[in-house]
Each structure stands twice: as C-alpha cells, then as structure tokens.
C-alpha cells in the first residue's frame, strides 16, 4: 500500500474478512446459512416434542443458535443481504419482534472489512496497477464499514485529504439473488405475510440497492446537493473527485465529523436548532427540491461541533420525489394545522398513504389516530420529540387495524421511501430529546413554496 495515514493504528486483524465476490461463493455462504439453520431448526424441533411444547417455524428459527448464524453470515457477505437488514430495523423499529429486532441490530453495528490483499485487488482493478502513485499515503485501514462499501482515508500528491468509498468485489452482480434469498428466510421465519403480495416492494428493493451501489451516479448525486445547498450556513456536503471515481470507487473530499448522536452532549438549544435545521431539509427535499436522499441511518449524518455544521453523507439512495406524494403530504399538513380531520383523511386516501377500505372497516380507530396527529402538530409551542407518550396510542390502533386481513396492502413504493426518511428524521430527533415547534416550521416552508405541477393527466 501507499504509506498510511500517520494519525491512525495499524488494522485490526480480528476484524477483516473477506467477502465472499463470486456468485458461487454468495450462493455457497447462503447454503451454508440455510443447512446451519435447517440443523437448529431441527435440533430446537426435537427438544421441544421431548419436551411436549408446541412447534412453530418462527420459534424453531429464532434460537440464539440461529441468531448468531444468521447475523454472522449475513454481515460476511455483506451487500444486498445486509442493506436490506438494516432497511428493515430502521423501518419496522418496534414493530418487529425482540428476536429478529436483535438480528437487525447486530448487523447495523458490525464493522467487519476487506483484507488488505483483497483491497488491492479492488483497487489495481479500477486505478490501474501503479494506484499507489497517486497519493502521498492511502490507509488500508478503513474509517469506516457499512453493507456495500467501506471508506478509506488517503491524501493526494497535491496534498488534497479524500474520503475514498470502495465497493466490496460481487455486491452490485448478487443485488437480486440476495435480495430473494433474503427474502425466503422471512418467509421461512413467518415475517413476510403471504397475505401480502411482495413482488412490487422486492422490485423497488432491487432498483434502490443496484442505483446504491453505482457510484458514478452517487457522485452526481452529490454534486446536485452541493448545488441545491450551496451558501446555505450549517450543512456541508463533500466535494466530489471526479477524476479518482469509478463505478465501484466513489472519491470525495475528506470531511471530518463526529457521530450525529455526539450532539447529545450539547446544550439543549443547539441540539433543538440542528435538529430544525436536517427537519427544515427534509421538507426542503420534499417540497421544493424534488429530490430526496431516502436513507436516513443515522450514520449518513456527521456533526462538527466547532463550526456547528452538519455534514450529510451517503447520496445513493437519493431518487426523485413524486410530484403526486409531494401535494398529498402537502395536502394533508395543510388540513391538520387547520383540524380539519376529514380534509386528513381524504387527502391521506388520495394521496395512497391509507388504502380506503382501511377508513370504510375501522373508521372510529382511524378518526382516534388522525386526532392524535392533528393535536400534536396544531400545538404553536416546541414539540418534544423525547415524550413520545402518543406513539403506543398510535402503535395499538394501528396494531389492531392491522390485525383484519382484509386490510393488508402495501402503499405506493414512492410514499414509503419518502415516509421512510420523514419517520427516521423524527426518530433521530427523538434520539437527541429535541424540542421544535412544527407548527411553526410547517407553516413557514408551506407559505414558502408552491405545489408541483402534477404528473397525472
């Protein structure tokens, strides 16, 4: 390697693992997963007919044994396989039970990294066999891992500090057998409902992961950002270096930050305007760029405390937002600072948030939730995200709506990757315990922007 960044320790070799590139080996790992499983499925089975207990696939495949197969595996094969976990945790939150909960929450913290024979080889493959004499040191050590690429620190001959993402060898060509394979372990654990038809979700899965791991298009991506968000105080996006990226290695300026849950340590005033400041973007994203980056993992956010800024990372799963999704959260904000309850509803209905047989079986439940939401926000005072007293009453009523079959549908793709980042943004506002007055805020970027022109005729 080039010589290493001299502010940081040697690689922890515990912690490298290589990751299994060809489609055999993935297709060979899954096996292995689904033998080792089979076997504690069918060693828990025979333990509990010894024992004259009942037998259902969900309590055979949760063993702590399966857990820590499933988890181990999952996180070595990185890709498709671990994204759609983390998707899933952050999605679901307290929804799923404590068992594949855990799962999920394991895989988020693993930190597991490419060998540095295996980086190499990434490497000579895209930037050619002399990479090295690009840069004055490169760290084979990266600064950080996550499920499709890990980021490494280097600094170029010019003196230029990078941020270097480098995608892990067989991710993007496994996208959609992972995705499935995935996909028939919920089945086979009783988490996706045959109820529900999934083919739709699996195909927006698929598109999102394969848009994620082109890096090329992530780089555009960001660049857009810098634009949009160009002069704006507190929100700082990396500067693309187009000359070192590639399809699979996304090169950017080095920006330094803490984890967003440092802000925690400060005041209670700063933690209220930063956390303002990333709602204010997503509404901003919603209703007036038109796009919106849809991944709201809280380690896509880096605070920098001395200049009090807030440095967004992570573009590839920024996509364009429908103009109909846009006017219908448009609409339905409009009618609860009014309390107007039935403009919420039919503004909810139309805009495919709720599926109208939903309102027609369980109108008192659905009335109670909507009241729910619209004393919260017509409230002009700081809503404290850290008393979330209203979320079990939220959480039953739905719980029971959901319990009538008749009523199992998915909504619009479009309307859940936008909903997924509005509820993460309000669960890392819940996080820091901040205090923001909606009410006020909403008003404010309504008055400041217009409708899309709709894309329905």
């Keep these: 390697m080039a010589d290493q960044d001299p502010d940081t320790s040697a690689a922890d070799k515990t912690r490298e693992r290589a990751v299994p590139a060809s489609r055999i080996a993935r297709f060979g790992s899954f096996g292995r997963l689904v033998g080792g499983v089979a076997g504690g499925m069918a060693a828990e089975g025979m333990r509990r007919l010894a024992n004259g207990e009942g037998i259902t696939p969900r309590d055979l495949i949760l063993t702590p044994g399966n857990v820590t197969r499933m988890t181990d595996r999952l996180s070595h094969m990185r890709g498709a396989a671990m994204k759609m976990g983390q998707m899933i945790s952050l999605d679901a939150g307290d929804f799923l039970p404590k068992e594949l909960s855990d799962i999920l929450a394991r895989l988020r913290d693993q930190a597991n990294f490419m060998p ?16 090295r004499r690009q840069f004055k040191w490169f760290n084979p050590r990266p600064i950080a891992a996550a499920s499709i690429g890990q980021v490494h620190k280097a600094m170029t001959r010019e003196g230029q500090e990078l941020a270097i993402k480098v995608q892990y060898p067989g991710v993007a060509k496994s996208i959609d057998s992972d995705v499935d394979n995935v996909m028939t372990l919920l089945k086979v654990a009783g988490f996706a409902p045959p109820e529900i038809e999934v083919e739709k979700l699996l195909a927006a899965a698929k598109k999102q992961l394969h848009e994620e791991a082109d890096y090329t298009r992530e780089g555009e991506q960001m660049e857009l950002y ?20 590639r399809g699979s290695i996304l090169a950017m300026s080095f920006e330094d930050g803490s984890p967003i849950e440092a802000l925690e340590e400060q005041s209670q005033e700063r933690i209220n305007a930063v956390t303002e400041r990333l709602m204010r973007l997503v509404a901003r994203e919603l209703f007036e760029f038109g796009v919106m980056q849809t991944d709201p993992n809280f380690a896509n956010f880096r605070y920098r405390a001395q200049t009090d800024e807030i440095i967004l990372l992570d573009f590839g799963a920024c996509r364009a937002v429908d103009p109909n999704v846009a006017n219908g959260y448009r609409r339905m904000l409009e009618a609860g600072l009014k309390g107007d309850r039935e403009e919420v509803l039919r503004a909810t209905i139309e805009a495919g948030f709720m599926m109208p047989i939903v309102a027609e079986r369980h109108p008192e ?13 017509r409230e002009d005072a700081p809503f404290d995200f850290g008393d979330r007293g209203f979320v079990p009453l939220l959480r039953e009523e739905g719980w029971q709506i959901a319990q009538d079959k008749a009523t199992w549908a998915f909504p619009p793709i479009e309307t859940l990757f936008v909903q997924r980042k509005v509820s993460g943004t309000a669960l890392l506002g ?10 006020r805020m909403t008003e404010e970027i309504l008055g400041a922007t217009k409708p899309f022109v709709s894309n329905t005729v």
């Design 116 to 131: 540095a024979k295996q980086l190499d080889t990434v490497l000579k493959k895209e930037w050619g066999n002399d990479w």
């Design 226 to 245: 810098r634009k949009q968000l160009e002069g704006e105080k507190g929100l700082v996006v990396p500067r693309l270096h187009k000359e070192l990226t």
């Design 365 to 377: 439940r659905v009335n109670r939730m909507i009241d729910i939401v619209i004393n919260e926000m």
């Design 430 to 439: 819940a996080r820091l315990k901040a205090k923001v007055n909606i009410r």
